[in-house]
């Protein structure tokens, strides 16, 4: 069994996954889910917490941004798609807390619930289940803006990032109006913005060529934006792969070590 700290005996809830108790039959240890709430501006958020099986709370953590798809307030969405299930998969790979913020709102980007966020990483700090100083960023799809956003925005707070099928402009207007869809190019001056926040940062991006929904465009031009600043930066593009190209990036046993190189 893992060693939790008396701090975590306190919360909200607490629950594991079906695996086995033990370790004695030869089976994974459980996977610890830390639910928790908390009300920022008048606006409730579920967020989570996973410490996958022989991980310590206090060492290195991920920020997980989900997807429009996986909006809400009940606190299991978060966890069904993307990098929860890759770590539930293969918890050996993924040696770090996992900290998974649910968006309440579909019609609002990532940065409109800045002010959360903030406050679920620092509680999170504060309660020793993981190290401030070694902390990275990731997420998929609106998941993949707000890495983008909040990773530029706080790059002080994150050691690398990894945008997947990501995007810059906005979707969705403060007032939560669909704006449209863009297309990008180096030249804009909201990827020229980007660019400059996430300069000093290690970044990993993904995509796949044949995406419906967010054009592969977009991180195109962010990798050659970084790229032209000689910046850390990576570009992976699936060849014929629309939208869905987390489960190849999640999947990888490479961003895995890659994370691990920029965390331990």
């Known amino acids: 069994m893992l060693s939790i700290p008396a701090a975590l005996l306190c919360l909200p809830f607490f629950r594991m996954t079906e ?37 310590e709370p206090g060492g290195s953590a991920i920020l997980f941004l989900h997807g429009y798809g996986e909006c809400g307030t009940d606190g299991e969405l978060n966890l069904a798609v993307g990098l929860p299930p890759a770590v539930q998969a293969n918890p050996g790979r993924w040696p770090f807390v996992i900290v998974v913020p649910q968006k309440p709102v579909h019609q609002s980007e990532w940065e409109d619930h800045e002010r959360a966020v903030l406050a679920m990483l620092d509680e999170a700090a504060r309660d020793g289940l993981y190290d401030p100083d070694r902390l990275a960023i990731t997420g998929l799809s609106q998941g993949g803006h707000g890495t983008i956003m909040l990773g530029g925005y706080h790059a002080e707070r994150f050691r690398a990032a990894a945008p997947v ?3 810059v402009d906005r979707r969705f207007s403060p007032g939560r109006e669909l704006l449209g ?9 909201s990827v020229i913005a980007a660019v400059d926040r996430l300069k000093g940062m290690p970044v990993w991006l993904f995509h ?9 465009a977009e991180s195109r031009a962010l990798h050659a934006g970084l790229e032209s600043l000689g910046a850390e930066v990576r570009y992976t593009e699936y060849p014929g792969v629309d939208h869905n190209s987390w489960d190849n990036a999640f999947g990888d046993p490479a961003l895995a070590a890659w994370f691990a190189d920029h965390l331990n």
């Open 165 to 167: 099928c990501g995007y």
């Open 181 to 189: 869809e863009f297309g990008a190019e180096v030249t804009d001056p």
């Open 19 to 55: 695996q086995s108790m033990t370790a004695e039959n030869g089976l994974t240890p459980p996977h610890q889910i830390i639910g928790r709430r908390m009300t920022v501006d008048g606006q409730e958020y579920a967020w989570s917490v996973m410490v996958p099986a022989n991980v």
């Open 208 to 216: 796949g060529s044949d995406d419906s929904v967010i054009p592969a």
